[in-house]
């Protein structure tokens, strides 16, 4: 089926790279189709997997012409000057199949965004990006500044590749392990103060997730406590507050010989070649004027 996924601006391509390693996660096979702003349509076999998206608004089963479907609707174009091309839209589903309009409380959502053409299709489903802004640091149980925004969190679980587990052994507070908890995944962690341990306990308990493991220690001896992990997930700790007292380096090694697929962001650029790793792609995301965060999506040979 063909889809359109109408991507959040923050990173188009970071975007772009979120759908594409999680159809590469389940060796789902995809034909690109057209990619035009936040518009990016592909052709593949299953759309489910989509609902774990962070970087998104919405995924839509794309048409090339209007298609027959069953119950009442709304039109919904997004752009400029769209309100006669909605009532037009809607004239000649009415007309072409009889479906009655809805638009307080439509069984189907007929959605378009307009460029230079029109893009349109079925809305399949939204992504609850309203859930992230709950879930940010300052509302959870324990609280620390630097935690990852939790839908930036939730797209490098899927950048890893992980379809049943992943570990952070760098994990802080959990604002990782929340989101690939929230996605039904084990979630293994690691940190070395022991009251980022506690916390981060607390808050996926706060969040109703079980399937966990948290342990007090340093990622340099991340084998003594995990062993054949699918995906690794990690923001790695930087700046002059930072107590870490691990050296970057072993850390990695012991990721490379314990996971299979890693997603690793650092403050800089590292040359992940030399313990073994496979770049597979890198993309920076701006933070704001001071910080730029590095993301590398790794394959461990």
């Given at each position: 089926?063909?889809?359109l996924f ?5 990173n188009?391509?970071?975007?772009k790279?979120?759908v594409?390693?999680?159809?590469k996660?389940?060796?789902?096979k995809f034909?690109?189709i057209e990619?035009e702003g936040?518009?990016f ?6 759309y489910?997997i989509?609902?774990r ?11 090339d012409?209007?298609k027959e ?5 709304a039109?919904r174009?997004?752009g ?7 009532k037009k839209i809607?004239?000649?589903i009415h ?7 809805n ?5 189907n959502e007929i ?7 029109l893009?349109?299709?079925r809305?399949?489903f939204?992504?609850d ?7 940010k640091?300052?509302?959870r149980?324990y609280?620390?500044?630097s935690?990852l925004h939790?839908?930036?969190a ?8 992980a ?8 994990c802080?507070t959990?604002?990782?392990?929340i989101e ?15 009251k980022m ?9 706060f ?5 966990y493991?948290i342990?007090e220690?340093?990622?340099e ?9 699918e995906s ?5 700790p930087?700046?002059?507050s ?5 050296k970057?380096?072993k ?6 010989e ?8 650092l403050n800089r650029?590292y ?5 073994g790793?496979?770049v597979?792609?890198m993309?920076?995301l701006?933070?704001h004027r ?8 790794l394959?461990?040979d």
């Amino acid at each position: 089926m063909k889809l359109l996924f109408h991507l959040s601006g923050e990173n188009l391509r970071l975007s772009k790279m979120e759908v594409i390693y999680l159809l590469k996660a389940y060796d789902q096979k995809f034909r690109v189709i057209e990619e035009e702003g936040e518009v990016f349509v592909i052709e593949t076999e299953d759309y489910r997997i989509f609902r774990r998206l962070a970087l998104c608004h919405r995924v839509v089963e794309f048409w090339d012409n209007i298609k027959e479907f069953e119950g009442s609707f709304a039109v919904r174009i997004k752009g400029k000057n769209t309100f006669d091309i909605e009532k037009k839209i809607a004239a000649e589903i009415h007309k072409k199949y009889g479906n009655p309009v809805n638009l307080e409380n439509p069984e189907n959502e007929i959605y378009g965004i307009k460029h230079d053409k029109l893009y349109i299709g079925r809305t399949l489903f939204v992504i609850d990006r309203k859930g992230f802004e709950r879930r940010k640091p300052q509302f959870r149980p324990y609280f620390h500044p630097s935690s990852l925004h939790p839908k930036y969190a939730r797209a490098l679980v899927n950048l890893s590749q992980a379809k049943k587990e992943v570990l952070d052994p760098f994990c802080g507070t959990g604002g990782i392990l929340i989101e690939a908890g929230l996605m039904g995944l084990r979630v293994f962690g690691i940190d070395i103060e022991k009251k980022m341990v506690e916390g981060c306990k607390k808050n996926l308990d706060f969040y109703g997730i079980k399937d966990y493991s948290i342990k007090e220690g340093s990622a340099e001896d991340l084998d003594s406590y995990f062993q054949d992990i699918e995906s690794t997930a990690t923001d790695v700790p930087y700046g002059k507050s930072t107590k870490l007292r691990v050296k970057y380096e072993k850390a990695f090694e012991k990721i490379y010989e314990t996971s299979e697929n890693a997603c690793i962001v650092l403050n800089r650029e590292y040359n992940f070649e030399k313990i073994g790793f496979e770049v597979l792609d890198m993309e920076k995301l701006r933070m704001h004027r001071s910080l730029t965060r590095y993301i590398y999506v790794l394959k461990c040979d």
